[in-house]
Nanobody, 121 residues
Framework: VQLVESGGGLGQAGGSLRLSCKAS????????MVWFRQAPGKEREFVAG????????TYADSVKGRFTISRDNAKNAVYMQMNSLKPEDTAVYYC???????????????WGQGTQVTVSS
């Protein structure tokens, strides 16, 4: 199983970035998908999650209204559109997959390698 994130980089405050996570080696539609992030010196935190068919999404309060998670099961991919970026969004972003929605709190069965997002003020 492999999860590969892309789309990170340097953004400006108020700007946008779009992260992608491409999965292989698993039946993608059987997995609840989540984005986590970890900033330097801080613990990993849940950012957003999306259900197996994409009908239900959930977000951390810190990103609600600014970030949008989506998935395309035909492409085995999950995305996160990040708008109105803030310097405090700076972190390494990881996608994770789990069979149940508990992945939001317990962490994923499978993880990507992470992609760095840096937001300048």
């Amino acid at each position: 199983v492999q999860l590969v994130e892309s789309g990170g980089g340097l953004g400006q405050a108020g700007g946008s970035l779009r992260l992608s996570c491409k999965a292989s080696g698993l039946t993608f539609s059987n997995y609840y998908m989540v984005w986590f992030r970890q900033a330097p010196g801080k613990e990993r935190e849940f950012v957003a999650g999306i259900s197996w068919a994409g009908s239900s999404t959930t977000y951390a309060d810190s990103v609600k209204g600014r970030f949008t998670i989506s998935r395309d099961n035909a492409k085995n991919a999950v995305y996160m559109q990040m708008n109105s970026l803030k310097p405090e969004d700076t972190a390494v972003y990881y996608c994770a997959a789990g069979r149940t929605s508990m992945v939001r709190t317990t962490g994923g069965q499978y993880w990507g390698q992470g992609t760095q997002v840096t937001v300048s003020s």
